[in-house]
């Protein structure tokens, strides 16, 4: 578990170049780069922190918006940062893994304006309360709003960071054709594998003890 910042796999990719220079110049230009890390600061967007290859440079602090796989995109399909990531980041403390099983599956991302948006999965981001010292202000470890950031390469040459419950993946093995939508519920409850009120561990001393329910 990092605090604020973490590593990730560094993809290859353009910034545009408008957010290198605040919005004042550079519009419709890319600068090629590589990910370096994601900072994750609460209640704000995922920051990205970037190498950029031509100068030798080291940029960060930019949302996921500002990047582009490549460059023959087409502005009309281009989405904003609230498409793209639906929820600010829950916490500072945060993991990064590449889920095995969906590592270079494609995936279809359901989007704000209620369409479908072909991709592939890149690594995951998550996050939790990691310091009991520390008073937990967020819900990251509320069961119903708990999100991950599953970070999806866009068919239309963007990046997205969505949650579970916004993405279906096509693992052409594993996945039937005509894959139905779910219509599960949000998870709401908590899960615990210890119950005091009903069993109760001998206090023998023995190696190989019983657990007996309580009278």
Not at 22 to 32: A, I, L, N, Q, R
Not at 35 to 52: D, H, N
Not at 118 to 143: A, K, M, R, W
Not at 201 to 207: I, K, Q, R
Request: hydrophobic share 30%; with cysteine; proline share 5%.
């Amino acid at each position: 578990m990092s605090y604020l910042i973490a590593n990730i796999p560094p993809i290859q990719c353009y910034i545009k170049k408008e957010y290198l220079y605040d919005f004042e110049k550079g519009h419709g230009e890319f600068e090629p780069c590589y990910w370096l890390t994601v900072k994750s600061i609460r209640g704000k967007a995922l920051y990205f922190e970037s190498y950029l290859t031509n100068y030798g440079a080291v940029y960060d602090k930019l949302p996921i918006s500002a990047y582009v796989w490549k460059t023959d995109i087409d502005k009309d399909t281009q989405l904003p940062l609230d498409y793209l990531e639906i929820w600010d980041a829950f916490s500072y403390n945060i993991s990064v893994i590449k889920k095995a099983t969906l590592s270079g599956l494609t995936c279809k991302v359901y989007m704000k304006d209620k369409q479908y948006y072909g991709g592939t999965y890149l690594f995951t981001i998550d996050s939790c309360h990691s310091d009991p010292n520390e008073l937990n202000v967020s819900l990251s470890e509320t069961p119903n709003e708990h999100k991950s950031f599953n970070i999806i390469k866009l068919d239309n040459g963007q990046f997205a960071a969505q949650p579970n419950n916004r993405v279906l993946f096509h693992d052409q093995s594993l996945t039937p054709n005509g894959i139905t939508k779910p219509d599960f519920k949000v998870s709401t409850k908590e899960f615990f594998c210890e119950d005091g009120n009903k069993w109760v561990a001998d206090d023998t001393g023995d190696y190989f003890y019983d657990i007996n329910k309580k009278e």
